[in-house]
């Protein structure tokens, strides 16, 4: 069984991480959860004890002769803190060691991931963000704090992420295993869901792209190191943890939005389904139907083109992102998936295009996907059904290798 460990220290979120140890266990993993005095004083170790079903590790004086404060780390294959504090954050990014999760942190040859909560004037203080720095140049994954309510009336950054959304990066890390994090210190930018292009104030043209496949990429992105801005177009899914989330409606505000945060980035990956065409008017109050049979005729105009504008942009300035585009696509008399594939990529130009088949709605609202990846050098990589993580995670390889080049 895959040993996990799960510190714990002394921030009102700590509450937060029972749900979290919750979804690590019940999905097989050996969770030993290794509290701070003070996360004690918010959850006490009966309540561990109970949610793990093991006994909670406290400190180094128990069972002494198992020599807990090294033989915690060595055996683990993953340690998570949740909630990190601002003070556990220093401590481990200086290599103090003042009780046993410390220890284990600094025991511990295993993937290791924080997940920090405090206000936002501690998160964003120089000495916090200095040791957040330190933690992440040592191949360390400290995902980014969520926006939102934080202790009494305050809101800002520095909430703790879903828990959720936390089992998922650990989980991404447990599939890669060791290995430094490879896209730590990149900047990428990550489309999704499906854009609408309102007729009237009720209706819109828009597509059945759930955004779930974006959500998927933004999420193992973040678990391999890099900082994430996922632009989000009408979307349902919770926010995936440590990741910047950018919310649009329409096409025009999707090509904004990605133009604005793959300014400086080192990959954009378009994984949105934006609408081709728009109505060529908007009605600013509900078209109503009338005692005449026939229906209102609408008449459409043609959205920009994001991807091929961001090849452009890149072409002219000399350097820019690794590009990448998707293409949901369905055979017909003029040519097979693949074919269609093969000229969208040539056509837009892009360095990598991922084709998927989507005859029959495959694909759409799903958890599952299947895709062949064409690059621009001739090569393509073909991904068989299964997780969207899975198919994201081929994604980042194949843009590791281009960002090396």
């Given at each position: 069984m895959t040993e996990v460990v799960l510190g714990v220290a002394g921030g009102i979120a700590a509450y937060k991480a029972c749900e979290l140890l919750r979804r690590l266990t019940e999905s097989g993993l050996d969770v030993t959860v290794v509290p701070t005095a003070s996360a004690l004083e918010f959850v006490g170790a009966p309540t561990w004890a109970a949610l793990s079903g093991r006994p909670v590790a406290t400190d180094v004086w128990t069972n002494v002769h198992e020599v807990p404060h090294v033989a915690l780390g060595r055996r683990a294959s993953l340690v998570v803190v949740a909630p990190a504090t601002a003070d556990l954050l220093g401590r481990a990014a200086n290599g103090l060691a003042p009780d046993l999760l410390t220890n284990t942190l600094l025991t511990a040859r295993c993937p290791i991931l924080f997940a920090p909560a405090m206000h936002t004037e501690m998160w964003e203080h120089p000495a916090t963000q200095a040791n957040v720095a330190t933690l992440r140049s040592r191949g360390v994954v400290v995902l980014e704090p969520a926006v939102g309510r934080l202790t009494g009336p305050d809101t800002g950054k520095g909430r703790l992420p879903d828990p959720a959304e936390i089992a998922e990066v650990a989980f991404a890390l447990l599939r890669r295993g060791a290995g430094a994090p490879d896209l730590a210190g990149r900047r990428v930018v990550v489309s999704a869901g499906g854009t609408r292009e309102f007729l009237d104030p009720v209706r819109f043209l828009g597509n059945r792209s759930s955004g779930r496949q974006g959500y998927a990429l933004a999420r193992t992105a973040a678990a391999r190191g890099a900082k994430v801005t996922l632009i989000a177009a009408n979307t349902a899914l919770p926010d995936p943890a440590g990741v910047d989330v950018v919310r649009v409606v329409s096409t025009r505000d999707l090509q904004e939005a990605v133009f604005a945060a793959g300014a400086d980035a080192d990959a954009v990956v378009m994984a949105a389904a934006p609408a081709d065409f728009r109505p060529a008017e908007y009605a600013d109050s509900k078209i109503k139907k009338t005692d005449d049979v026939s229906a209102p005729v609408v008449s459409l105009v043609q959205n920009p083109d994001i991807l091929a504008g961001l090849v452009r942009r890149r072409r002219e300035a000399g350097d820019g992102p690794v590009i990448v585009g998707f293409a949901a696509e369905t055979g017909d008399a003029t040519g097979s998936v693949l074919e269609h594939g093969h000229a969208k990529l040539a056509r837009k130009g892009c360095d990598?295009?991922?084709?998927?088949?989507?005859?029959?709605?495959?694909?759409?609202?799903?958890?599952?996907?299947?895709?062949?990846?064409?690059?621009?050098?001739?090569?393509?990589?073909?991904?068989?059904?299964?997780?969207?993580?899975?198919?994201?995670?081929?994604?980042?390889?194949?843009?590791?290798?281009?960002?090396?080049?």
């Open positions: 990598l295009l991922v084709v998927n088949d989507v005859s029959g709605g495959k694909a759409f609202e799903s958890t599952e996907n299947a895709a062949v990846v064409l690059a621009d050098d001739g090569t393509s990589t073909t991904v068989p059904q299964g997780p969207k993580e899975a198919l994201a995670d081929v994604v980042w390889d194949l843009v590791v290798r281009r960002l090396a080049r």
